[in-house]
């Protein structure tokens, strides 16, 4: 209640109250303490009981406004007769904060003599009444009442702005949130980008090794075919040709292979379009299992581990989104061989890293398991893995948002994420997802 729409259903609220109960007056106003600014927030009315201004005036205003204060503080009841000269300046504040444009707006209708001003005590301020003549005490208890009255009305009111702040505020810390999120998971997303390229480079690298030397051998299987056609041996010709055709077909097997690769990554670094689509499980995790490990030996040469694979050809299809998934099963399976480096820089002798990866087919549903031997997951933090930005890795390796957002995807697609781990004997983690 301290702006000028506010002031409007202020004072001519506290008029009407004030002549339904017979109070003999002819201007009435609300001072608001605010001892935070130190300013009185001043409501006043017009001789006909209309809002004429919301101004502000300091606590330290000449005149008696010292006084109202002081009064209000004691809870004290404050009754003055102010002169002309006193509602001039007044009058004249009111002009040079805008609230008024001129100081007749306001002293009209003013008695000559001035009048005697009320001042009645609530909790957030002083409610005052104007009039020729001092009121008596029965007039006063009954404008007391009207007093205490509009207290607990505006304290209300001030709840309310103050739950109607609260909620916005919420509302753009909400929109903040989620943008920051948005943010997150794409640093996410892209930090897992930088780990496939080595991968990916290292496994493109197959494929165009086998179109290279395979068109290098075609080109001198056609000198030899082009010979034999000199020679008029046409058998011979069509078995070169026969070659040849063969080695094409590898070549066009090996370009597909690399296409397949560069889709996959192109795939994995755009924003997911959020449609499902039907997806091999058992070729995703068999894709995102080498990029990763390749892509660890690329960052690593003294990294090596096992891994090995039992898919279950019974899955086919499923309706997922590829993206998604793809970038759940390449946080696990890193995840996992981290766990047995880690592991194997402490035991340099007797032990061998493998991780393993394996698909159930259980009729209504999958699993997509990942499976290390290495340190395990201690218990005390089992708990905690799934909390954004909780992580064991030394500062620098890991956003602690991978298992986060691999928690969220997986909900999302309907399905479950769980882990079972023995200290110093490894970690499983399972994927549940709908069929």
Excluded at 409 to 432: L, Q, S
Aim: a negative charge.
């Amino acid at each position: 209640m301290r702006t000028v729409s506010d002031l409007d259903r202020i004072t001519p609220l506290i008029w009407n109250e004030l002549t339904i109960l017979n109070i003999p007056f002819i201007r009435c106003g609300v001072f608001i303490m605010d001892d935070v600014q130190q300013l009185i927030h001043t409501f006043l009315s017009t001789p006909d009981g209309k809002a004429i201004a919301a101004f502000h005036l300091p606590y330290d205003t000449p005149g008696n406004f010292t006084e109202v204060i002081t009064r209000w503080h004691n809870k004290q009841i404050y009754v003055d007769h102010w002169s002309e000269a006193e509602f001039i300046s007044i009058a004249e504040i009111l002009v040079k904060q805008g609230a008024i444009a001129t100081k007749e707006q306001y002293l009209n209708t003013l008695p000559g003599d001035g009048f005697y001003l009320h001042f009645l005590p609530f909790l957030q301020g002083m409610l005052y009444v104007g009039n020729t003549t001092q009121l008596g005490e029965q007039e006063i208890k009954l404008i007391q009442s009207v007093a205490d009255a509009f207290s607990t009305a505006y304290a209300r009111y001030e709840d309310f702005n103050k739950l109607e702040s609260a909620k916005q505020q919420i509302e753009k810390t909400l929109v903040d949130l989620k943008q920051t999120q948005a943010q997150l998971v794409q640093s996410e997303k892209m930090a897992s980008l930088g780990e496939l390229t080595a991968g990916i480079a290292h496994e493109i690298q197959n494929p165009l090794n086998f179109v290279n030397n395979f068109s290098e051998v075609s080109n001198e299987l056609v000198d030899e075919m082009n010979d034999e056609l000199d020679k008029g041996d046409i058998d011979e010709a069509k078995a070169i040709a026969e070659d040849i055709k063969q080695n094409l077909e590898k070549i066009n097997h090996h370009g597909k292979r690399a296409d397949a690769i560069v889709k996959g990554m192109l795939q994995h670094s755009r924003t997911s379009s959020g449609q499902k689509e039907l997806t091999e499980i058992n070729a995703l995790c068999d894709e995102y299992l080498r990029l990763s490990y390749h892509g660890l030996r690329a960052k690593d040469k003294n990294f090596n581990a096992d891994f090995k694979t039992d898919f279950d050809e019974s899955i086919g299809k499923t309706n997922i989104i590829p993206q998604d998934i793809g970038r759940v099963i390449f946080n696990l399976i890193n995840n996992a061989f981290y766990a047995v480096n880690e592991k194997r820089k402490l035991l340099t002798n007797n032990y061998q890293p493998i991780i393993k990866v394996k698909t159930r087919n259980l009729n209504h549903r999958i699993e997509i398991i990942v499976e290390d031997n290495g340190n395990g997951i201690p218990q005390n933090i089992v708990d905690k893995i799934f909390q954004p930005f909780f992580t064991t890795k030394p500062t620098g390796q890991g956003t602690g948002l991978g298992l986060s957002l691999s928690y969220d995807i997986i909900k999302a697609h309907g399905g479950e994420i769980k882990v079972e781990c023995k200290e110093r004997e490894g970690t499983e983690f399972i994927i549940v997802l709908p069929a």
